[in-house]
DNA sequence: ACACCAACTGTTACCGGTAACAATAAATAT
DNA sequence: ATATTTATTGTTACCGGTAACAGTTGGTGT
């Protein structure tokens, strides 16, 4: 049961007969060796199996090519968003280490942060949803400490931080002129819970958009739920009853959408006749919902990925500032998907 | 905007007039060290903010503390699992290193693996869906060459490999009993992708079990899809056709069944009455599907744990194969989620 | 008072690469 | 033919810890 050794630089060395640092050269490609050298030592490399050791090479070298990321739940931060991150960090050769933050919070921000710091990643990808004040941190002066470049996934823009976010009010905006487009004349808002930086935002786009089409924006054509089709459903009856004149409802997310169908029907709306309804994420199974649901979509996987970009732009710069990095830059702008739950031939503005 | 270096181990000790070995025996907390000069060194640390290495340690100890993981999609591997994966490695003191299989696959395996070999993780965790024969790889030795332990999630039973997995057959089994209970007679199911190792134990646990309670089983009684709602939604068409006697149908995933619903709705089905459904999964949407679903539950952050602990635990005995550790394990069973999708009033055999 | 042991601390080498600089050999200029 | 480049290769130090072994000190037994 001998574990056997990796071969190591020193060994190629060796059975090539020459320096270590001559098989350094090979392995990274360097100019300055003659063609009968290399090839040698890539006989020597391929006869032993060689593989380089990233871990000494990281060790040596202080950097790790790796980027810490961390998420709570993924939930939220979603399983598209995730994908986005790992093919584009794969593109751009880092690993990622993943550290998931735990509800309770707070004062395990700074452990996680040095846990990442220890292992020196690259960058650091911060992708918790910004709830009530979980960001306050960032006024802590914590941020500037920190020696490695950050980003910050979809939360609200600050001085100091650099953000990649989707503009949640313009979606909240496109879902409400929509239902003004259908026609609507008393559109309710089913809202996230409040603390989180994206729901206020829909929120805010819904309000504004009303306002700006002289409507009155009254308290209680609101109702706050916590995303899950549960709440959702408990918020309709709510909303129903504080709102009778309601006649659209525009949902800050799919999931609860499902709970106010459900609950749509108990109480025998039909549906877009009586009740005109507009989602938000299109998630997989909306389309599938009863009727399937008119939505807003935003591309979560470019969003992962502008992150990783943007962040990887950062890294480059840190470690060679002479050489000109071009940072591309996908747009991160929301689609409307027009199913059943709005009435047809809506002509959009 | 000059970068301070983080202060090293040999700094401490020179802080606090101690062989940077005394330090290291302090953060390692040996034993024997006189108090005095722990104090010393303590406050050292303190006053110059000094964290250790973690980068420097993997180097030194040639093990990293770190698990690569190598999912496809998550969206199978699933949020609860990686939730449940991401957990147990922080509460055992491990660091996770993730990769995406890419679609392509095949020939992505080896460089993948020696990629986290490269970084030298302590052990590998193979979160892929077994699909066709992706996993034939194994039989290729390139496993026998591994040299950390690795634990695969989720698929057929090997002889060379160790798998944590839930008993897809008995969820099968669990389901179609169910429905024979309700007093059934003509239960058709709409499979997964035969392809995929859980859904055709899935199928399997469902013929066994009409089998064995003196029923035909044919193969115009199975529709298959692809997990999609929409595949769902044809199959559960196809299936009428093919099987017109239907009163009730196993679909293997929940979001079938939301295909299915939406079918029977369009064809006038009454549910349960005319058709029960029972779906598998629980997604938390399933509580809000109209009407609301009956389905069987895996606990997958349960499974994610699992596959970790035994994972940690085969690392464990490889590194001090003296000590016995103990491996606590979480029992992975089924559990029958009754709504409304299947008749009130059933007694469980 | 002397040998011996325990408790504590220090020395040296090593993990596997890379960086910076030194040395040698071959090629070109004068 | 000699000085000077240029191309190629080697040497040495270093990254920040840990392991193994070697001292040093003080207390104890006789």
Same mark, same amino acid.
């Not at 504080?242 to 006649?247: G, I, K, Q, W």
């Given at each position: 049961m001998l574990q056997?050794?990796?071969?190591?630089?020193?060994?190629?060395?060796?059975?090539?007969?020459? @320096?270590?640092?001559?098989? @350094?050269?090979?392995?990274?490609?360097s100019p300055n060796v003659?063609?009968?050298?290399?090839?040698?030592?890539?006989?020597?490399?391929?006869?032993? $199996?060689?593989?380089? @050791?990233?871990?000494?090479?990281?060790?040596? +070298? %202080?950097?790790t090519h790796s980027l $810490?990321?961390?998420?709570?739940?993924?939930?939220?931060?979603?399983?598209?968003?995730?994908? %986005?991150i790992a093919r584009q960090a794969e593109a751009l050769g880092y690993s990622l280490?993943?550290?998931?933050? !735990?509800?309770? $919070?707070?004062? +395990?921000?700074? !452990?996680?942060?040095?846990?990442?710091?220890d292992r020196h990643v690259d960058g650091i990808l911060w992708a918790v949803p910004e709830i009530a004040d979980n960001h306050a941190w960032l006024d802590s002066g914590l941020l500037a400490r920190i020696p490695? !470049?950050?980003?910050?996934?979809?939360?609200? !823009?600050?001085?100091?931080?650099?953000?990649?976010?989707?503009d949640n009010f313009a979606g909240g905006e496109l879902a409400t002129r929509y239902l003004l487009d259908c026609g609507r004349k008393h559109i309710g808002h089913i809202a996230g819970p409040q603390e989180w930086w994206d729901a206020s935002e829909r929120q805010r786009g819904w309000e504004t958009t009303l306002q700006q089409a002289g409507m009155k924006v009254l308290p209680e054509h609101v109702a706050m739920g916590n995303w899950d089709a549960a709440s959702g459903e408990a918020a309709f009856h709510?909303? #129903?009853? @504080?709102?009778?004149? #309601?006649?659209?409802?525009?949902v800050a997310n799919d999931k609860m959408a499902l709970g106010v169908l459900l609950a749509a029907h108990e109480k025998g709306l039909r549906i877009p006749e009586d009740l005109a309804v507009i989602g938000f994420d299109d998630i997989t199974?909306?389309?599938?919902?009863?009727?399937?649901?008119t939505t807003i979509f935003q591309d979560k996987a470019a969003l992962g990925q502008q992150a990783v970009k943007t962040l990887a732009h950062r890294i480059e710069q840190k470690f060679q500032p002479a050489v000109q990095h071009v940072l591309e830059s996908t747009p991160l702008t929301h689609q409307l998907i027009v199913r059943k739950t709005t009435p047809a031939g809506v002509i959009k503005t």
């Open positions: 056997i050794k990796r071969p190591s630089i020193v060994d190629v060395a060796e059975l090539a007969k020459v @320096s270590k640092q001559t098989v @350094s050269r090979v392995i990274n490609e003659s063609e009968k050298t290399r090839q040698r030592v890539l006989q020597a490399i391929e006869a032993l $199996g060689f593989r380089r @050791s990233e871990l000494a090479r990281n060790f040596s +070298q %202080g950097r $810490g990321v961390v998420g709570r739940d993924l939930n939220y931060f979603g399983t598209r968003t995730y994908i %986005g280490l993943l550290k998931e933050l !735990p509800e309770s $919070g707070i004062e +395990q921000i700074e !452990p996680m942060l040095n846990a990442l710091l490695v !470049p950050m980003v910050f996934l979809s939360m609200a !823009p600050r001085q100091e931080a650099t953000v990649v976010a989707y709510r909303l #129903l009853a @504080s709102y009778p004149a #309601l006649d659209a409802v525009f199974e909306s389309a599938y919902f009863h009727p399937p649901l």
